[in-house]
T-cell receptor, first 115, second 119 residues
Framework: AQKITQTQPGMFVQEKEAVTLDCTYDTSDPSYGLFWYKQPSSGEMIFLIY??????QNATEGRYSLNFQKARKSANLVISASQLGDSAMYFC????????????FGTGTKLQVIP | GAVVSQHPSWVICKSGTSVKIECRSLDFQATTMFWYRQFPKQSLMLMAT?????????EQGVEKDKFLINHASLTLSTLTVTSAHPEDSSFYIC???????????????FGPGTRLLVL
């Protein structure tokens, strides 16, 4: 079974500052992928960043970077230079590559950017 | 990127009626589609996985007779909530995957969701 844990139900960050959203995971499958999605109040899931379990380097996408520590089974999202539009729910998710490759989501972190 | 649409985006219905939600992949063929539900301030919970032309695989605790899934074509899957009750009120999100590629993150795309309110 696979499990995603997000221990921060809510976070505040000052505009233009960086923020780290925590995510730990558990799986016995050696091959997996880790995702972060943003869900604004409108509800749509917006893909942000992906890290494969065999990727040698940490993923980066613009202001988003993923701090992947495989031995600790953590995949924290770092948002640099926070903007007001970053206020949203953020979900960490994992996909293993067996079976139907379903994606399992964490409970989410609500980020609020303060002007 | 690929686009997945859902219809309707909002639906309000009376208790006891059935509601059909459509999920379409607009510019790719979705061999697999996933249906999630999300209660307010909670995470997405996978309800079922469907492959085109075969029966859906339901997650534990999800009633297959209650939530009927039909993946009739490579671009359309439908979720029918039968005899809906107020406790079925939720946000339903579909996602669609193109092909059987197992290593590319962009192979699964999410629809915008459908908000269901059962009175």
């Amino acid at each position: 079974a696979q499990k995603i844990t997000q221990t921060q139900p809510g976070m505040f960050v000052q505009e233009k500052e960086a923020v780290t959203l925590d995510c730990t995971y558990d799986t016995s499958d050696p091959s997996y992928g880790l995702f972060w999605y943003k869900q604004p109040s409108s509800g749509e899931m917006i893909f942000l960043i992906y890290q494969g379990s065999y990727d040698q380097q940490n993923a980066t996408e613009g202001r988003y970077s993923l701090n992947f520590q495989k031995a600790r089974k953590s995949a924290n999202l770092v948002i640099s230079a926070s903007q007001l539009g970053d206020s949203a729910m953020y979900f960490c998710a994992m996909k293993t590559f067996g079976g139907y490759q379903k994606v399992t989501f964490g409970t989410g972190t609500k980020l609020q950017v303060i002007p | 990127g690929a686009v997945v649409s859902q219809h309707p985006s909002w639906v309000i219905c009376k208790s006891g009626t059935s509601v059909k939600i459509e999920c379409r992949s607009l510019d790719f063929q979705a061999t697999t589609m996933f249906w999630y539900r999300q209660f307010p301030k909670q995470s997405l919970m996978l309800m079922a996985t469907s492959n085109e032309g075969s029966k859906a695989t339901y997650e534990q605790g999800v009633e297959k007779d209650k939530f009927l899934i039909n993946h009739a074509s490579l671009t359309l899957s439908t979720l029918t909530v039968t005899s809906a009750h107020p406790e079925d009120s939720s946000f339903y999100i579909c996602s669609a995957r193109e092909g059987f590629a197992a290593t590319r993150q962009e192979t699964q795309y999410f629809g915008p969701g459908t908000r269901l309110l059962v009175l």
